[in-house]
């Protein structure tokens, strides 16, 4: 299986790592948008994303991926819909305001 998570029971980063051809692509991309809304240092946006992801009980890829859904268009879709709500809980009061300049 391409592109899927794996689970571990003992929790941890581990339990979280995703695999894949674009898994470290979008953590890099969601971790970009963390620093751009937040003006931190990228360290600083790692641990946020990390800690929602053990708050929320989801891994940290599928965190990752609905911050950028997020992000982008923000609509939902039935892919990894318990990250997705946890995005919004976390970071939806972010994308509030409208883009200064849209694409």
């Given amino acids: 299986m391409r592109g899927g ?3 571990g029971a003992t929790g941890g980063i581990d339990s979280m790592m995703a695999y894949g051809p674009n898994s ?11 620093i751009g809304l937040r003006r931190c240092p990228s360290q600083v946006a790692f641990d946020e994303l990390h800690s929602a992801a053990l708050r929320h009980k ?9 911050l950028v ?3 982008g268009d923000g609509e939902k879709t039935p892919s990894f819909t318990d990250a997705q709500s946890a995005a919004r809980h976390e970071w939806g009061s972010l994308f509030t305001r ?5 694409c």
Avoid: E, Q
């Fill in 58 to 66: 989801v891994p940290v890829f599928a965190m990752a991926w609905a």
């Fill in 5 to 7: 998570f794996r689970s």
């Fill in 69 to 71: 859904h997020l992000a």
């Fill in 24 to 34: 470290g692509g979008i953590l890099d991309t969601a971790r970009g948008i963390l």
């Fill in 98 to 102: 409208p883009a200064a300049v849209s």
